[in-house]
């Protein structure tokens, strides 16, 4: 099975980027449909970003435009671009690998957005 672990978190102004990463171990990335999740205080945890193993990509509409989620297989990593930073992307985000009837998380990285 895969083990993932997500960085990259942190406290950013509006308006700005951070790129979060998830490294994968156990297992290689190219196998698995690959998602960036969200979790807000107060919230369900929602699908913010995917990638399939042909890397056809999906995007929740509230970040399409400012997120760009991308595949580095010889690093067997998995990334998320955010740019535009917004209050509201303000969340917990963690890293989702689905194989057939098995899905993994990660343990989460912390974003906060705020002047």
């Known amino acids: 099975q895969v083990q993932l672990v997500e960085s990259g978190g942190g406290l950013v102004q509006p308006g700005g980027s951070l790129r979060l990463s998830c490294a994968a171990s156990?297992?290689?990335?190219?196998?698995?449909?690959m998602g960036w999740y969200r979790q807000a205080p107060g919230k369900q945890r929602e699908l913010v970003a995917g990638?399939?193993?042909?890397?056809?990509?999906n995007y929740a509409d509230s970040v399409k435009g400012r997120f760009t989620i991308s595949r580095d297989n010889a690093k067997n990593t998995v990334y998320l671009q955010m740019n535009s930073l917004k209050p509201e992307d303000t969340a917990v985000y963690y890293c989702?690998?689905?194989?057939?009837?098995?899905?993994?998380w990660g343990q989460g990285t912390l974003v906060t957005v705020s002047s």
């Open positions: 989702n690998a689905v194989r057939l009837f098995y899905k993994f």
């Open positions: 156990g297992d290689a990335v190219s196998i698995y449909s």
């Open positions: 990638i399939s193993t042909s890397d056809s990509t």
